[in-house]
């Protein structure tokens, strides 16, 4: 059985095809329309040359950034703002004549560590993306957990754990909300709080080679961040004690969190200890494509 999956992101629509063993038949790239009718006609156009190219029809999952609506059963908090409100799994199923099943990316990210990547084998993936913001889902046994509310591994918009004095009311996030997890380790995040310690760099990778050519405010910062990192994933371990936490996102190559994170979660763990395996995810920018294709 051919598996599609569709990345449907902010700038481009991104489609994979999978055999049942995750062998790649097919890919392709191609700008998003920046409309729903649009978007529609080119999700559908590109189902239908992969079933003409391969010449057998398939299952269709959609990664998309936001998540539909188990009440209305509309599209909500998408930073693609023209699909809110809309049915998108509806929509696509009567053009593709078939169920269309629709996930938030970053679940659709750990789904796919869970089947074939980094966590392949394990029952409970948390798999977190950091990158210019902060996402996060659940893979229970190979398949996403949405839970109830659809929201299932929001987690970076919870507050940042045992905050100290000087961070406390610093952080404004686009939520709505103040001292959010992701304004906190998301790249954007990593890189306000060195310039705001008078470093200067555009990027997470940029402080990391800053920290390898020994400079002082970097390291510092690096610190900071790997702290901040540590009991943001330690409230994690503490509610769910995943088997494996699988890193994705600009920040997950910075090799230096590797070896160092270990270090530092005991002591934010219940009971101070931890062995809960963190690792970078094994397909990179393609995890949320073929984690789509594996929604079946």
Same mark, same amino acid.
């Given at each position: 059985m051919v598996r599609m999956g569709v990345d449907l992101g902010g700038t481009k629509i991104e489609i994979v095809a999978l055999n049942d063993g995750g062998k790649e038949l097919f890919r392709k790239r191609i700008p998003t329309p920046r409309e729903y009718p649009a978007t529609l006609d080119a999700i559908e156009a590109?189902?239908?040359? &992969?079933?003409?190219?391969?010449?057998?029809?398939?299952?269709?999952?959609?990664?998309?950034?936001?998540?539909?609506?188990?009440?209305?059963g509309l599209v909500k908090n998408a930073n693609s703002t023209w699909i809110n409100g809309h049915p998108l799994d509806v929509d696509l199923g009567e053009r593709l004549n078939r169920e269309v099943r629709v996930a938030n990316d970053a679940n659709c990210f750990a789904v796919s560590e869970a089947v074939d990547g980094a966590a392949a084998g394990k029952g409970v993936v948390f798999g977190v993306i950091i990158g210019t913001g902060c996402g996060a889902g659940f893979a229970i046994n190979g398949k996403v957990h949405a839970g109830g509310n659809g929201i299932g591994g929001e987690w970076g918009h919870n507050p940042l754990p045992w905050m100290t004095s000087d961070e406390f009311n610093t952080t404004?996030?686009?939520?709505g909300n103040r001292d959010c997890i992701e304004t906190f380790i998301s790249g954007t995040g990593f890189v306000r709080d060195f310039k705001a310690a008078g470093g200067q760099a555009n990027s997470g990778i940029e402080i990391a080679s800053l920290v390898e050519n020994g400079d002082k405010l970097a390291k510092a910062a690096f610190e900071r961040y790997i702290?901040?990192?540590?009991?943001?994933?330690?409230?994690?371990?503490? &509610?769910?004690?995943p088997d494996v936490i699988v890193l994705g *996102?600009?920040?997950?190559?910075?090799?230096?969190?590797?070896?160092?994170?270990?270090?530092?979660?005991?002591?934010? &763990?219940?009971?101070?200890?931890?062995?809960?395996?963190? &690792?970078?995810?094994?397909? *990179?920018?393609?995890?949320?494509?073929? *984690?789509?294709?594996?929604?079946w």
């Amino acid at each position: 059985m051919v598996r599609m999956g569709v990345d449907l992101g902010g700038t481009k629509i991104e489609i994979v095809a999978l055999n049942d063993g995750g062998k790649e038949l097919f890919r392709k790239r191609i700008p998003t329309p920046r409309e729903y009718p649009a978007t529609l006609d080119a999700i559908e156009a590109l189902v239908n040359e &992969v079933e003409s190219t391969l010449g057998e029809t398939g299952t269709v999952g959609v990664g998309i950034p936001g998540v539909v609506s188990p009440y209305s059963g509309l599209v909500k908090n998408a930073n693609s703002t023209w699909i809110n409100g809309h049915p998108l799994d509806v929509d696509l199923g009567e053009r593709l004549n078939r169920e269309v099943r629709v996930a938030n990316d970053a679940n659709c990210f750990a789904v796919s560590e869970a089947v074939d990547g980094a966590a392949a084998g394990k029952g409970v993936v948390f798999g977190v993306i950091i990158g210019t913001g902060c996402g996060a889902g659940f893979a229970i046994n190979g398949k996403v957990h949405a839970g109830g509310n659809g929201i299932g591994g929001e987690w970076g918009h919870n507050p940042l754990p045992w905050m100290t004095s000087d961070e406390f009311n610093t952080t404004s996030c686009f939520c709505g909300n103040r001292d959010c997890i992701e304004t906190f380790i998301s790249g954007t995040g990593f890189v306000r709080d060195f310039k705001a310690a008078g470093g200067q760099a555009n990027s997470g990778i940029e402080i990391a080679s800053l920290v390898e050519n020994g400079d002082k405010l970097a390291k510092a910062a690096f610190e900071r961040y790997i702290d901040r990192l540590a009991r943001s994933l330690a409230h994690v371990i503490n &509610v769910l004690d995943p088997d494996v936490i699988v890193l994705g *996102g600009g920040v997950s190559n910075i090799a230096a969190i590797y070896p160092l994170l270990p270090e530092v979660l005991p002591k934010y &763990v219940l009971g101070g200890e931890c062995r809960t395996p963190v &690792v970078q995810n094994m397909y *990179g920018g393609s995890s949320g494509v073929r *984690g789509a294709a594996w929604l079946w």
